[in-house]
């Protein structure tokens, strides 16, 4: 799992960094805006198939995967959580972690929030100083939960 952050993280590191350069070279807008597309295409493509890999992993585990009694995530989560990657940006999942919970739902992680998903609802809760923001047993829609994401993203920003 540090691999997967590890990655996440230099993705976008470097993608920061040749932003940077692009911007300090002298050629015309146009090209930058046409380097800065397909640049942002290649990233958001890795990062995707980054998270979707991990999804993969996910969605073989056997109930006692934790090596106790860890179940199985639900086909239904994996499916929606599948249909958010295939419509989101890279911003909207670049800081975040996929992991397997143990209650059989997928737990979306970063360093003050948290997002679990399970096939008919899902609850966050985020916190940044003394603020905070959170939600139980909200029925899943994709819409729904991609509004949330990017509001959680938003919010965590705003520090």
Not at 71 to 95: G, Y
């Amino acid at each position: 799992m540090t691999n997967y952050a590890t990655a996440t993280n230099t993705a976008t590191a470097s993608f920061d960094a040749v932003m940077d350069y692009l911007h300090s070279i002298p050629i015309s807008y146009e090209t930058k805006k046409f380097v800065y597309r397909q640049l942002r295409q290649e990233v958001n493509e890795n990062h995707h198939k980054t998270m979707k890999d991990r999804l993969q992993q996910i969605s073989g585990l056997k109930r006692g995967w934790d090596g106790d009694d860890g179940l199985p995530i639900k086909k239904k989560t994996i499916q929606n959580f599948a249909q958010v990657l295939s419509i989101c940006d890279f911003a909207d999942v670049a800081d975040w972690s996929l992991f397997p919970n143990t209650n059989g739902t997928l737990l979306l992680e970063q360093e003050n929030a948290s997002i679990s998903i399970a096939s008919t609802e899902f609850s966050y809760y985020a916190e940044m100083s003394d603020r905070y923001m959170e939600a139980e047993k909200q029925p899943y829609s994709l819409r729904a939960f991609l509004e949330t994401l990017r509001t959680i993203n938003a919010f965590l920003k705003n520090d």
